[in-house]
């Protein structure tokens, strides 16, 4: 059995070690991998690999790339890009009420108008009643 130098694996210390480099970062950890099927003493360095364990905000073959928080803490802009369209919805919902109860209400009072004696007088009466009565009969002076 042989010890290894520092950097160096299998049984004749022949093959350098994958994870002496310090491939994983952010503080991943590393480990080497052997191939299946090969032999101690028969391995070349394409048998020998690595993987990184990656802490919990990190993810990816070296630990490189920060993972999306799923949840836990508000994301801002989540709550702005929902609530906006929501409250442009009703605005729009509320004036299209108003315009349609104007306009239903503006119908209904040229319909049902109101009593007005000045717009009579000044559209003149309806009937002629010159004929219909006879005049009153005239003075005498005596």
Excluded: H, W
């Excluded at 919902?93 to 104007?102: D, E, K, M, Q, S």
């Excluded at 009579?120 to 010159?130: C, K, R, S």
């Amino acid at each position: 059995m042989c010890t290894c130098a520092e950097g160096y694996i299998d049984i004749n210390c022949g093959i350098m070690d994958p994870c002496e480099s310090s491939p994983c970062i952010n503080s991943g950890s590393c480990t080497t991998v052997f191939a299946e099927g090969t032999v101690d003493g028969q391995r070349t360095e394409d048998d020998v690999s690595f993987t990184c364990a990656c802490t919990e905000k990190f993810t990816g073959d070296l630990c490189d790339s920060p993972l999306e928080q799923t949840g836990g803490g508000a994301n801002p802009n989540l709550a702005v890009t929902i609530a906006v369209p929501i409250v442009v919805c009703i605005a729009l919902a509320l004036i299209i009420g108003l315009v349609v109860c104007f306009c239903i209400t503006k119908k209904k009072r040229a319909t049902r108008g109101r009593y007005s004696p000045s717009r009579n007088e000044i559209n003149g009466p309806n009937l002629q009643m010159a004929g219909m009565l006879k005049p009153p009969p005239e003075e005498r002076l005596i």
